[in-house]
């Protein structure tokens, strides 16, 4: 068994050196962590992690809880957190609460127990109140893609989800369009709605309770229902949002099955611009989350946390959306 000091005698420099490679916890001049790297790597050394874990104290690991990995969303962020991880040597242990507030208790009160050496915690559709189960202040924990009230002791990397709706609105607003719906989570996403409302109430244009539909279920098929219920409700409407892209694939697929053409009779917006709705036909417009920038941010916070022995400093950052605009919307039909 290729030993820690094999490595070194072949790396040429001291056993506690490629200690501090392997683990990352001191600065090594890049010229040596190469040699040792490529000493690692002709040895085939395998790190002991349970070693190592009871010589520092650290699992090298760090906990992510996500709704779920059914959401492309989702699943960009799980890889990004993932790939910075693993940059710093680190590993990922996953968990999802799958729309169930006492699972997601059990997961946030699991990994919080040390477990893992820090936790994030990706949107907050399922969990009320994170630090009513975390046993140690100082434990380190961020926040990630957060839309409800974010709370006062944590960090948070996340958009500003009220002006993310207001440029879904605003989109339609200026092609005419007065005779809308919006198919949304509720309450969840209440801010997106909000920010879309007010996009058309700046114009005296309502959008009423009554075309604001709850799916059934997060899916394409929940959109689906979700977008016929609109369309029998109102058959001359010309534009329907979606508070996801999920929704937003169910809803355009529901507008032809009624025989109508998208954008030729009723524009169709989404939220999040993930990877599958370019491929869409018409290709959706929507709003974009740069989802892997805040899994990035937020994971980095952590790891500096983690090497300084410290929970993450209070912090709140706003990343920036855009809207990209595609064939799914056109001007209202007259």
Known sequence: ????QDV??????TKQTVSNVVTGRAAVRPDTAARVRAAIADLGYKPNLVARSLATGTTMTVGLIVPTVASPFYSEIVE???NVLDEHGYHLVLCTTRADGERAKRQLAGLSSRLVDALLIAGDRDLTDPLALLPDPRFPIALCAWETQVPDSLPVVTIDYEHAGFLAGKHLRSLGHQRVAAVVELPTHQRRLAGFRNAF?????????????APPEATPAGGFAAAQAALAADPSLTAIFASHDLLALGVLEAVKESGRSVPGDVSVIGFDDTAPVGLTHPALTAVAIPSREMAQQATNLLLR??????????SAQ???????IRDSTGPAKR
Not at 1 to 4: A, E, G, K, L, Y
Not at 8 to 13: I, K, M, S
């Open 1 to 4: 068994m290729v030993t820690m």
């Open 8 to 13: 070194a005698t072949r790396a040429g420099v």
């Open 80 to 82: 990004e957190v993932e």
């Open 201 to 213: 109430a700046q114009h005296r244009v309502q959008v009423r309770d009554d075309m604001v539909f």
């Open 305 to 314: 946390a983690i090497s300084e022995g410290t929970a993450p400093v209070n």
């Open 318 to 324: 706003l990343l920036r959306t855009s809207l990209v």
